[in-house]
């Protein structure tokens, strides 16, 4: 049996693109190594725009086996 865990990692501020960049992957990399240390295991993620293209995050989902 797994346990799951979503959490948001919300990113730098755009103000050219809403696609993320290189600073947003190392932010994204830094979540799933410490994670993964703590024994979680990513399962998936999505970046996500807000609708004014400004600021966006990942939802980034985990899984660790219970007990």
Same mark, same amino acid.
């Given at each position: 049996m797994y346990i799951y865990k979503t /959490?948001?990692?919300?990113? @730098?501020?755009?103000?050219?693109s809403d696609k993320a960049d290189a600073g947003d992957i190392?932010?994204?990399?830094?979540?799933?190594? /410490?994670?993964?240390?703590? @024994?979680?295991e990513l399962v998936?993620?999505?970046y996500m725009a807000t609708?004014?293209?400004v600021k966006g995050a990942f939802v980034v989902t985990f899984k660790k086996c219970e007990g």
């Open positions: /959490e948001i990692l919300k990113v @730098g501020t755009k103000w050219l190392a932010l994204l990399d830094q979540l799933i190594n /410490e994670r993964a240390a703590s @024994g979680w998936t993620y999505n609708s004014m293209q």
